[in-house]
């Protein structure tokens, strides 16, 4: 009997590390981790924003984490999503959606597209999202994903973040996923008078500083909101 234990032991701790690969297919909907990972992980730690903490418990986060890392999905962590790049844990995903106040008839910009997550669940709330990633694989995998998905409402260009999205500006709210060591002109140029941008300032070596940036009649207010760690902000030609 303990023999056997052992083996579930070691099997369990195989698919943990990702050293047993498997579908995403293979997976089955995993609803009850994802509802759990909401209640524990997200709404227990101070979420409240109702549409919120529903996207979250309708996008299927294990849909945008490489294969062998899907039984990992609903843990309280980053993952990685290759080219040096992460997903963010959940909370922080929750976090960052709530604090830009997401309305349905808004247009939303996101930097770091990443595996499309993010935007996957800003698009469960809003009514466009815009994400540039600078990782072609990545925007090529992202597009081909959030089109699979269903997402109509979401458009997804390669390019050099730093530079937003000029012809679909002026944004209700911008969401950047890495950090900068400054916040890009162009972005503040980008969002609207009465707007929310989130994003992680600081050196990518250091613990930086997730900051949440308003326009309010052409004036700039910005406060900290708390310390984090994101992948480097990537420029073309870095």
Same mark, same amino acid.
């Given at each position: ?7 579930? +032991?070691?099997?369990?701790? %195989? ?33 409240? &924003? *109702?549409?919120?903490? +529903?996207?979250?418990?309708?996008? $299927?986060? &294990? %849909? ?15 993952? #990685? ?8 844990? #959940? ?14 008839? &808004? ?31 990545? =925007? ?25 999205? *000029? ?11 890495? =950090? ?5 002109? #162009? ?28 326009? $309010? ?9 708390? #310390? ?11």
């Amino acid at each position: 009997m303990r023999g056997k234990e052992n083996k579930v +032991k070691i099997l369990l701790a %195989l698919l943990f590390l990702g050293l047993i690969g498997f579908s995403n297919a293979d997976v089955p909907e995993p609803k009850a981790r994802r509802l759990d990972m909401v209640r524990t992980q997200i709404a227990a730690r101070g979420v409240t &924003h *109702p549409a919120t903490l +529903k996207a979250m418990q309708n996008v $299927k986060r &294990h %849909l945008f984490v490489p294969a062998n890392l899907a039984a990992a999905a609903y843990l309280d962590r980053p993952l #990685p999503i290759g080219y040096g790049q992460t997903i963010s844990q #959940p909370f922080i995903v929750a976090f960052m959606t709530e604090a830009v106040r997401p309305q349905p008839d &808004h247009r939303i910009l996101e930097i770091g597209c990443g595996s499309g997550y993010q935007a996957a669940v800003l698009a469960e709330i809003v009514n466009e999202v815009y994400t540039v990633e600078i990782i072609a694989p990545l =925007a090529d995998t992202a597009a081909q994903r959030l089109s699979e998905l269903g997402y109509e409402n979401i458009r997804v260009r390669q390019a050099d973040g730093y530079h937003g999205w *000029p012809k679909a500006a002026p944004f209700d709210a911008i969401v950047v996923t890495a =950090a900068t060591e400054f916040i890009p002109p #162009p972005l503040i140029e980008q969002l609207k008078d009465g707007g929310r941008m989130i994003i992680p300032v600081g050196s990518p070596l250091r613990t930086q500083q997730l900051m949440l940036i308003e326009k $309010k009649k052409q004036k700039i207010i910005s406060r900290n909101l708390m #310390p984090v760690r994101f992948v480097p902000f990537t420029r073309s030609g870095s």
